[in-house]
Structures are given as C-alpha cells and as structure tokens.
C-alpha cells in the first residue's frame, strides 16, 4: 500500500471512512439513479441524516444533480468516481489480492472490483470496471466476440455510445438459450458494436441443439459465415456459470442434474462442465466458439462475481485459456481462501 495512505489510516483514520461512503454513494447513484435519499439510507445501512449530509458536499462539489425523481450521477461525477476507485483500490489493498491470485491461478492479469456484499452491484460494478478496460484495449479491424449472461449484459450497458464509426466487429460467441433476450448473447453483441461505432453479426441459433441438427445447421451458409469469422476472434469476454445454475438455465431434467453430480461438476463455459481439478466431465452438443479455441485468442477475458462462483471461477480458469481475469472484492477472498493462500 502507498506509503501516505499507511499514514493517513493511522494518523486520520475518520477520512479514509468518510471517502468510502462518498465512494458508496457515488456508485450507488451511479447504478441506480435517480435515487432517493431514502433508498441510499437503506442501501448503505447509513441514517437519513448522514446520507443527506454526504449528499449535500457531493451536491456542492457538483459530482451529482438533485432532481424530483431523485439523485443522479454528473459527468464530472462519473470521472471522479473514476479517480476514486483507484484510490480505494489502494486503501483497500487490493492490488495484494491481484497479485496473489495471479500466482495462485497462473494467468497474466487478475483484476479485482471493490465492492460491499450486494450480488446486484457486484454484477453492475464488473460491468462498469469490464466496459472501462475494453474501451482501453479495444482498436480498429479487431473482432471482438462476447458470450451471454447477466454480467456480459451489464458490459454492455455500461459502454458509452460513440458516434463516430470504428472498424470493429463484434460477434455472439454462443447460440442462444432460450432465456431473456436481454442477456442472450446476440443482443449483448448486438448492443456492444451499437454503442462502439462498430458491426455486428447474429447467431440465429439455439445452443443446445441436438447432436443430429448440429451438422445440417452449421453447414446453412449464412451461419458457416459467422462461425468461421468466430475463428478469427482477437478479443473474448465470456461468463463463468455454476454447474447448477447452468443446468437450470438449459433445463436439464433430473436425470442430467444428477450425473452432473455424480460426475463432481462444479463450473460451466461453453456447453463444458468441469470439476474442482478443471477437468472438463460433461459436454452439451452447442454452437460457437469452444475452449480448445480460446488457445489461439490474443486476449482472452473471463468476468464472473460473487462468492457462490468463487468454486466455478477457479474449475475454469487456467492460463491455458485465459489471460485475464475481472472478479469482485468478495469473490476474490474467497478464491483466495479456497486455493490455500495467505488471506489478509
């Protein structure tokens, strides 16, 4: 941890409290704006008088806007709720979390959200910190494939639109699961090229489809356009699903659940399912991209939170496949924990 901040927690320990829930009130505003006052005080377990308080400062200071619907985040709010998240990264030490989970699991770059225990803006908040880092790295004539799910979903709803055009495609990475639109893979795809001035391709079909349709439906020209494009991906962001949080979204009968069981499937990625030594122990019959080509992506990306995926994230993700890894605060405690190391 840096130095003056070691010193500023022992010597003036009220600020570093102050700044963590002005950080909290930005994020909440942020994800849920307009907001009231009173939902703040619920949401952050702060009484109505210090919410009010905090918000008059953040008011004055012109980082949000009080409205009759309730409280929203400005742009100079959004960029220093920015600022911030490097500082509480810092006071939060979590660049200790990063580094060891890093050595732990093997792969290039581990980035860990801070966030308090809340699933819902632990997702929103992956997505803000995922869609600011593909802004960073995303370029011209790259293809950028995405997969389906909640996370991949908040990705999306996270980037901001753009007006110029680029020259980047971005594609569905699987077929759909007959699950809400919203978070199906095509109209994430299909949302993310929208708002980055880019193009997109769909993949007009389900993912678990029989092994006998599987052939006749790949070979349908339109579709084998966009499957071999698939194979020119550079760029991969994808979810990482529990084993049974992932049979319940393709509606597997009891028969299936139980020699997912049997079988000790823990994590699921791409119609895989594997156990705690990341094996894979069970395949779906599915359309797109698998894992044996995720070897020959440049920049493999995997996002999952929350401390109930802590045991899927870790079956999963392996430096033989991944470069980089977005979790939360939690979530990468617990990986921590689980993985034998040391946890301050």
Do not use: C, W
């Not at 500023?8 to 849920?32: C, M």
């Not at 593909?134 to 004539?141: A, M, P, T, V």
């Amino acid at each position: 941890m840096n130095y003056l901040l070691k010193i500023q927690k022992k010597l003036v320990p009220e600020l570093i409290n102050i700044a963590e829930i002005r950080y909290n009130i930005l994020k909440e505003v942020y994800n849920y704006q307009p907001i009231g006052r009173r939902s703040l005080s619920s949401k952050l377990k702060l009484s109505i008088r210090s919410v009010r308080k905090h918000i008059d400062f953040l008011h004055d200071q012109k980082y949000i806007k009080i409205t009759k619907s309730g409280t929203v985040i400005t742009k100079n709010g959004q960029d220093f709720l920015n600022e911030l998240d490097i500082y509480i990264k810092e006071i939060k030490d979590i660049k200790y979390l990063e580094d060891k989970i890093e050595s732990l699991v093997g792969i290039k770059k581990v980035m860990v959200v801070p966030v308090e225990n809340d699933f819902k803006l632990i997702n929103k908040e992956i997505g803000r910190f995922t869609a600011r880092y593909l802004k960073e790295i995303i370029k011209d004539d790259d293809i950028l494939t995405v997969t389906g799910g909640s996370t991949l979903a908040e990705i999306a709803e996270n980037l901001v639109i753009k007006e110029k055009k680029r020259n980047v495609t971005v594609l569905p990475g699987r077929g759909g699961l007959g699950e809400k639109v919203e978070i199906q893979a095509n109209t994430i795809a299909a949302k993310i090229a929208k708002k980055i001035g880019g193009k997109y391709k769909l993949l007009h079909i389900p993912d678990d489809i029989t092994k006998e349709s599987l052939a006749m439906i790949t070979n349908e020209p339109s579709i084998k356009k966009t499957l071999d494009q698939l194979l020119k991906t550079n760029i991969l962001i994808h979810g990482i699903g529990t084993a049974e949080m992932m049979s319940t979204r393709r509606g597997m009968d009891n028969k299936q659940v139980r020699k997912l069981k049997d079988k000790g499937a823990i994590g699921e990625a791409f119609g895989l399912y594997f156990n705690q030594d990341g094996k894979v122990v069970y395949s779906t019959a599915s359309v797109g991209l698998s894992m044996e080509n995720l070897k020959e992506i440049e920049k493999v990306i995997a996002v999952a939170g929350g401390v109930k995926k802590a045991k899927a994230i870790i079956s999963v993700v392996s430096p033989k496949y991944h470069d980089v890894l977005i979790t939360d605060e939690l979530t990468a405690r617990e990986i921590l924990k689980l993985k034998g190391g040391e946890n301050k």
